[in-house]
């Protein structure tokens, strides 16, 4: 199978872009279902047990999960939903935005779009480990923790407005550094694995064979996808 350069004609750039930013978007979504599982659904986390009676639910600094030990589904489940929208977030506009400007084809150009090179993406899979844990702290993940409380009953509508509104007007400052320092360590391994396997991805999307632009990189990409989130249930279901 032949993964060279792909060629696109003058009026055919929309299609491969969409299909770059969607490979790409997919892939960094779902490891960042993995980084969420590895760090708030593993036995070592800490966040499966039950706050104490004592624990005030409004005392956000204090991120325990006060809920009982059968929601561990409905948290998993909450919990990577964030982790997917955060991923996502991150990296579709990026790749859209990378993926480049519509070339100016010339009779002496080789008419041809170049996949970009292992450091590039390695540099991608730093930046998206970085960044990931500063995101996802800084408003998905107090999100999620609030809407987890709301549907065990634990707090109100009104609370949940109220608890969106500080995010809103300033808490998700801290949010970001306070929560997203647990994320550190999974965000390191999901920038790893991001590098490495956003490169792969890019170089069948860039091919030359339409079969491996259009079907062979979606299956890959799929293919990772689940390898990641696997890894992690299977990090998380670990004694």
């Known amino acids: 199978m032949s993964i ?6 003058e009026n055919q750039m929309a299609w491969p ?4 930013t969607g490979t790409i978007g997919l892939y960094g979504a779902c490891l960042g279902i993995a980084a969420i599982l590895i760090s708030f659904m593993s036995p070592e986390s800490g966040f ?12 956000m ?5 006060q809920t009982a030990q059968d929601t561990t589904l409905l948290r998993a489940i909450i919990l990577s939903v964030c982790g997917f929208i955060g991923g996502a977030f991150i990296t579709i506009p990026v790749a859209y ?12 150009s ?23 844990p500063l995101v996802v702290g800084a408003y998905f993940l107090p999100f999620g923790r609030e809407f987890i409380l ?15 509104t500080d995010l809103f007007t300033g808490k998700w400052i801290r949010f970001m550094f306070v929560v997203g320092a647990r994320l550190l360590f999974a965000g390191i391994f999901a920038g790893f694995a991001f590098g490495p396997g956003a490169w792969i991805i890019d170089k ?11 079907f062979t990189s979606w299956i890959i990409t799929f293919a990772m996808s689940s390898g990641v989130i696997l890894f992690a249930l299977i990090w998380v279901s670990g004694d």
């Open 110 to 132: 080789k008419k041809t779009l170049d996949s970009r090179g292992v450091p590039a993406w390695l540099m991608m899979g730093l930046m998206y480990g970085l960044i990931f």
């Open 61 to 65: 600094s204090n991120y325990v999960w």
């Open 4 to 9: 060279q350069n792909m060629q696109i004609p």
């Open 150 to 164: 709301f549907l065990t009953g634990l707090t109100s509508v009104p609370d949940l407005v109220i608890s969106q």
């Open 97 to 108: 935005w990378w993926f480049g400007k519509k070339p100016t084809f010339t009779a002496y």
């Open 48 to 59: 499966l047990e039950s706050a104490p009676d004592t624990q005030q639910v409004s005392n």
């Open 204 to 214: 069948f999307v860039s091919s030359d064979n339409q079969k491996s632009s259009r």
């Open 17 to 20: 872009r969409k299909r770059f």
